[in-house]
């Protein structure tokens, strides 16, 4: 049995039974809502909280993983002879990374190593359920450690969001941008660079995204047919499927994991959103 564990949070987006029976350590990254910082609605039932968000009865907001629980899982990975690495949500989109560091700093977690992904939702999961596979093949830390950063690091992030104003107002692309997405029937297409949200293009109807969007994949993307394909989304699952099949036909992908958005990414991408994942080199 390997002695390493993959320390994660749960805007991995990855679905339960996948991280069934594989070494992952989930945090929680508090949900609140913005008139009421002290009510934790992160176990909402996640339609519920779509609907919410809907009608405009929620307005959620995140806060990083706190540093003392990032000290306490440190402690007792490290009571257990065991060593960590840690796998979150992109530096550039939340504090959780630098509170990691403070805590392995305060408690000299040398058994743990800190990797900022880059990555979000289910970018973030797909890096995750990597490292831990290679955990459980006996892969040593160093090499788990360096390969691992160099895939977080090529992974793509292409997605799509029905109202570009729960990204504004989270503070992750500004107003000029978010002015894109409010022209009637054009759905704007985003990516990620070097972990921060930027719009990439715009194009009219749910047709043509979804067209779109596997172009890209095709312009991007490296030896698709073998990859891990993520697709996560915002209580869409029907554009969801559209998109796993059109991957599935254009490029004979073999395994595609499909999950909702949690409530921590989907607080700020909103409900409708489609984010597809893959691997560029």
Aim: charged letters at 25%; aromatic letters at 6%.
């Amino acid at each position: 049995m390997s002695n390493i564990v993959i320390i994660t949070d749960t805007s991995c987006d990855l679905p339960e039974d996948v991280l069934k029976d594989l070494p992952i350590i989930r945090l929680k990254m508090p949900v609140s809502l913005k008139d009421n910082p002290d009510q934790d609605i992160s176990d909402l039932n996640i339609k519920d909280f779509y609907e919410k968000m809907r009608k405009g009865e929620i307005m959620p907001v995140t806060s990083q993983v706190p540093v003392n629980v990032f000290m306490n899982c440190f402690e007792d990975i490290r009571r257990e002879g065991k060593k960590g690495i840690v796998l979150g949500l992109s530096s550039k989109l939340t504090g959780s990374y630098q509170a990691a560091l403070v805590a392995k700093e305060t408690v000299k977690a040398e058994h743990v190593n800190i990797i900022d992904t880059k990555c979000a939702s289910l970018g973030t999961g797909l890096v995750v359920l990597k490292a831990a596979k290679m955990a459980q093949e006996g892969r040593d830390f160093d090499e788990i450690s360096r390969e691992i950063e160099f895939y977080a690091h090529h992974m793509e992030h292409i997605f799509t969001v029905d109202d570009l104003e729960f990204l504004k107002r989270g503070g992750r692309i500004s107003g000029a941008q978010a002015f894109i997405g409010g022209l009637l029937n054009i759905k704007p297409i985003l990516h990620m660079v070097d972990g921060a949200i930027f719009p990439l293009e715009k194009v009219r109807g749910k047709k043509n995204v979804v067209k779109r969007m596997v172009e890209i994949a095709a312009e991007r993307g490296k030896n698709l047919e073998n990859q891990f394909i993520g697709i996560s989304h915002g209580d869409n699952e029907e554009l969801a499927l559209e998109l796993a099949d059109a991957m599935k036909k254009e490029f004979n992908v073999k395994e595609i994991i499909i999950s909702w958005i949690g409530p921590v990414i989907g607080a700020h991408s909103g409900p409708g959103t489609v984010a597809l994942f893959f691997q560029n080199a």
